[in-house]
């Protein structure tokens, strides 16, 4: 297997364009995440998603953020507008359902966003 | 809500000294814990975990850590560190049994390894 893929791996834009960043999970894992890491603030949980449904968004920043999922193979984290203090690395991260919750989290490489 | 506490946020050492990075939660139920390492430009990968059996558990590249109930700790732990090791780590955690989605990662702490 591949491994999780995002794309694009960098992605330099100006501020109020509209950014959408996107996520190839491993195939047949039931559960997806979506973080952001900042020196400042460290590794947050954004949103996650069990069986393409989204659980808890209770980490999204604010309205300018949203996440979805529209088929088991794929995931899409979009900002819009982009403002320059959303400039950080976004990684997705799949696991599998099974093993109550023992399974390892499998990240992918991460999409450096810098807003300029 | 659980939180997971890593003490130290840089660590410095060098090489062949030992290593102990700590971590503590605050979820009372069962746990499954986790550390994970990222290289310098790279992601997040595990590194070990545990959640059931021997409370010392032994990972990848020479890594071991002790879960330790009665303290809600879950140290890792390097006899001699290399240069290489140089990385970010992280500890994580959920809860077991109830197969809860999300993991609570701690912040982090970035360990320099000096030749």
């Known amino acids: 297997d591949a491994g999780v893929i995002q794309s694009p791996r960098h992605e330099v834009t100006e501020m109020g364009q509209e950014v959408t960043l996107r996520c190839k999970p491993i195939?047949?894992?039931?559960?997806l995440f979506w973080y952001r890491q900042t020196m400042m603030r460290g590794l947050e949980l954004l949103i996650y998603f069990n069986n393409n449904v989204p659980i808890d968004d209770s980490g999204m920043p604010e309205d300018r953020f949203s996440a979805k999922m529209p088929n088991a193979s794929f995931s899409t984290l979009k900002i819009q507008p982009s403002e320059p203090r959303d400039s950080a690395v976004y990684f997705c991260a799949s696991r599998t359902a099974g093993g109550w919750g023992t399974d390892t989290q499998y990240f992918g490489p991460g999409t450096r966003l810098t807003v300029l | 809500a659980q939180s997971v506490s890593q003490h130290n946020h840089h660590v410095i050492l060098s090489e062949a000294a030992s290593l102990e990075l700590g971590c503590n939660y605050s979820y009372g139920g069962t746990v499954n814990l986790f550390w994970y390492v990222q290289y310098p430009g790279q992601h997040l990968q595990l590194l070990l975990k545990?959640?059931?059996?021997?409370?010392l558990v032994k990972g990848i590249k020479g890594f071991e850590a002790e879960f330790i109930k009665s303290k809600f700790s879950f140290n890792l732990r390097k006899p001699s560190v290399q240069w290489s090791d140089t990385a970010e780590y992280f500890c994580a955690v959920n809860r077991g049994l109830t197969n809860a989605g999300k993991s609570t990662f701690g912040d982090g702490t970035t360990l320099t390894v000096k030749p």
């Open positions: 545990y959640f059931s059996g021997d409370p």
């Open positions: 195939s047949g894992h039931d559960y």
